[in-house]
């Protein structure tokens, strides 16, 4: 299985940018996708992820939006009024069963990571 991630860049506070996670080797259709994110010297923590349900933390709530597209095995993540505390490298996270509806913010419940991309947000 593989996740890859486009669409990190460049942009000034308060811009857009839109993150695609393309998934191969399976089908997750019936899974659930989702963002987590990295700034420096920080922990890992998660952005949004789509299962039964979408999910967002606080911080992005509001301002970010979560979508797939099963029949290319895509998700997307359309980020508006970005701040520079959103600047950090973004891993597109898969997983199946239960586990990323019950507790889609814990890193262990999600089998797959992508390699990350990297969103930069000046101030």
């Known amino acids: 299985v593989q996740l890859q991630a486009f669409g990190g860049g460049l942009v000034q506070a308060g811009g857009y940018l839109i993150l695609s996670c393309a998934a191969s080797?399976?089908?997750?259709?019936?899974?659930?996708m989702g963002w987590f994110r990295q700034a420096p010297g920080k922990e890992r923590e998660f952005v949004a992820a789509i299962g039964w349900r979408t999910y967002y933390a606080d911080s992005v709530k509001g301002r970010f939006t979560l979508s797939r597209d099963n029949a290319k095995n895509t998700v997307y993540l359309q980020m508006n009024s970005l701040k520079p505390e959103d600047t950090a490298v973004y891993y597109c996270?898969?997983?199946?069963?239960?586990?990323?509806?019950?507790?889609?913010?814990?890193?262990?419940?999600?089998?797959?990571w992508g390699q990350g991309t990297l969103v930069t947000v000046s101030s």
């Open positions: 080797g399976r089908t997750f259709s019936s899974s659930g």
């Open positions: 996270v898969a997983g199946s069963g239960p586990s990323t509806d019950r507790a889609p913010a814990l890193p262990s419940a999600w089998h797959y």
